[in-house]
T-cell receptor, first 113, second 111 residues
Framework: DAGVTQSPTHLIKTRGQQVTLRCSPK?????VSWYQQALGQGPQFIFQ???????QRGNFPDRFSGHQFPNYSSELNVNALLLGDSALYLC????????????FGPGTRLTVT | GQSLEQPSEVTAVEGAIVQINCTYQ??????LSWYQQHDGGAPTFLSY????GLEETGRFSSFLSRSDSYGYLLLQELQMKDSASYFC????????????FGGGTRVLVKP
């Protein structure tokens, strides 16, 4: 049973560029959430997708956008990258109806220079 | 505002017991989760409390008191492999699985 997978594992971008991160949820899961984790801090909720719609959103600017596909996989897009966007981006999958345990992927380490 | 407070670091020896406290102040509350994260790894689920009381899963137990906005994670019979960061996280909405995380407690287990 494949768990949550994310690609790429590492990425280096320049300020002002755009980036797309990808996530495949655990088999059978229908909900995908994205989190940003700065070094030494807890993950911060970016947004969540269910039935191809953004269902909830955290305190992140519109530069952060996403998409969920019919097969439940998801993308996170970040435009006009800033140095402060450097972080570990985690994808988590779960079932909308519970249980509410979230399965996290290994993350994508984004470095903005 | 929304906040979850937990100690930043705890050190203990193998075989000992460690309790990590978490106090929360959030706009909504539907449950408290605990996650473990090793350096360079992904957070992994440990426990979830929606109701007051103690939940036991092997060497780990978690407690919740909703009236006190407080919970704790108890790690028993500590092993070297338990050295990691531990996060409490609040599920704030009835619909959806948005989690608000605390800053994490780094647990260092010494021989």
């Amino acid at each position: 049973d494949a768990g949550v997978t994310q690609s790429p594992t590492h990425l280096i971008k320049t300020r002002g560029q755009q980036v797309t991160l990808r996530c495949s949820p655990k088999s059978g899961h229908d909900t995908v959430s994205w989190y940003q984790q700065a070094l030494g801090q807890g993950p911060q909720f970016i947004f969540q997708y269910y039935e191809e719609e953004e269902r909830q959103r955290g305190n992140f600017p519109d530069r952060f956008s996403g998409h969920q596909f019919p097969n439940y996989s998801s993308e996170l897009n970040v435009n006009a990258l800033l140095l402060g966007d450097s972080a570990l981006y985690l994808c988590a999958s779960s079932l909308a109806g519970g249980p509410y345990e979230q399965y996290f992927g290994p993350g994508t380490r984004l470095t903005v220079t | 505002g929304q906040s979850l407070e937990q100690p930043s670091e705890v050190t203990a020896v193998e075989g000992a017991i460690v309790q990590i406290n978490c106090t929360y102040q959030t706009s909504g509350f539907y449950g408290l989760s605990w996650y473990q994260q090793h350096d360079g790894g992904a957070p992994t689920f440990l426990s979830y409390n929606a109701l007051d009381g103690l939940e036991e899963t092997g060497r780990f137990s978690s407690f919740l008191s909703r009236s006190d906005s407080y919970g704790y994670l108890l790690l028993q019979e500590l092993q070297m492999k338990d050295s990691a960061s531990y996060f409490c996280a609040v599920r704030e909405g009835a619909a959806g699985n948005k989690l608000t995380f605390g800053g994490g407690t780094r647990v260092l287990v010494k021989p």
